[in-house]
């Protein structure tokens, strides 16, 4: 990137980053590290043109969330997703098309002036969440 004039690096955090995660010390920690790497990339290569960003996820439904399910609550699997659903405020998990939509922003010419910041996509849950 610095030999090419520039670029955009787009980092994969987790809303857990700036809330904390109950029972969930290991990830919760490193995707801080994410969240506080992105600004000191952003800082040490502004000069060189290079943006860095962060995005940070709340619970998403992926083949993960599935295969969790299956694997940790055979038979109880739709009872187990409205439960996750839930924790959201909006009621929903967000979908992949939508963390990507946010990607595509970050790396695309439109967002040449953001750098350094952390972008949460968590359907409120940083800060409208009431424990559910």
Do not use: W
């Not at 809303?15 to 969930?24: D, N």
């Amino acid at each position: 990137m610095q030999a090419g004039k520039g670029g955009s690096i787009i980092n994969m955090s987790s809303i857990a980053a700036v809330v904390g995660l109950g029972q969930r010390f290991a990830y919760t920690m490193s995707k801080g590290a994410v969240y506080s790497m992105t600004f000191s990339i952003a800082k040490d290569y502004i000069k060189d043109n290079i943006r860095c960003n962060a995005i940070g996820p709340g619970r998403v439904h992926t083949p993960f969330v599935d295969n969790y399910l299956a694997k940790n609550y055979p038979g109880q699997e739709d009872e187990m997703f409205a439960r996750l659903s839930k924790t959201q405020p909006m009621g929903r998990m967000g979908n992949p098309e939508e963390i990507a939509a946010m990607v595509l922003y970050l790396a695309s010419d439109e967002a040449s002036f953001v750098t350094g910041s952390f972008y949460p996509i968590d359907g409120g849950f940083q800060h409208l969440n009431t424990g559910g």
